[in-house]
């Protein structure tokens, strides 16, 4: 069964910090990796989709990495600012069983 | 502008009740899925449907109905059977080929 855990759980750093977000997964057969963004009772807000057969993708500050081999993936912030404050998610598209499955976040707090 | 519309935003119910929470896409998606979303839990899987007229239970379907008469359409209703219904539920949708989910604002559940 595939689990996917995001740690930590909370983070806060201050502004101007650059940072890294981590997603594991027990199970390497996985077709896609997504991440998220959640602001507070805001419904979530795709920020980077990296298929089974890349490596890395890039969407301004963000960097999403992916590892199959060691069930891994990171999220890196560049330059954080406060606006980045939000809960971010990550959700591996299992091979298996062709559904997505979600971590619980990374609450994460920019203070200016 | 295309998007997933939610709606209403909010909704109380009364116990013994039956809602229904509407999902409205423009994106031209062939899939459509419902989430719920509670603290501590992370999302889980309720209903899922891969195109028109046909849909699938998810990991908690108990006590929720749905139904795809139309493309752009999947609402869903929580019926008097759902034991703890207070929650709040997530549509999203997605295209075949590239598996990216996209989701609508959400709507919040209270049963008093």
């Known amino acids: 069964k595939q689990e996917v855990t995001q740690i930590p759980a909370a983070l806060s750093v201050p502004e101007g910090e650059n940072l890294v977000l981590n997603c594991s997964f027990t199970d390497s057969a996985i077709y ?81 | 502008d295309g998007g997933i519309t939610q709606s209403p935003k909010y909704l109380f119910r009364k116990e013994g009740q039956n809602v229904t929470l509407s999902c409205e896409q423009n994106l031209n998606h062939d899939a459509m899925y419902w989430y719920r979303q509670d603290p501590g839990q992370g999302l889980r899987l309720i209903y899922y449907s891969q195109i028109v007229n046909d849909f699938q239970k998810g990991d908690i379907a108990e006590g929720y109905s749905v139904s795809r008469e139309k493309k752009e359409s999947f609402p869903l209703t929580v019926t008097s059977a759902q034991k703890n219904p207070t929650a709040f539920y997530l549509c999203a949708s997605s295209a075949i080929n590239t598996g990216e989910l996209f989701f609508g604002e959400g709507s919040r559940l209270t049963v008093l």
């Not at chain 1, 081999?69 to 990171?74: A, K, M, P, V």
């Open chain 1, 32 to 112: 896609n990796l997504q991440w998220f963004r959640q602001d507070p009772g805001k419904g979530l807000t795709s920020l980077l989709l990296i298929q089974s057969s890349q490596r890395e993708q890039t969407s301004g500050r963000l960097n999403a990495s992916l590892d199959k081999s060691s069930g891994r993936s990171t999220l890196y912030i560049a330059a954080s600012q406060p606006g980045d404050s939000a809960t971010y998610l990550c959700a591996v598209g299992s091979s298996n069983t062709g559904k997505l499955i979600f971590g619980q976040g990374t609450t994460l707090q920019v203070k200016p």
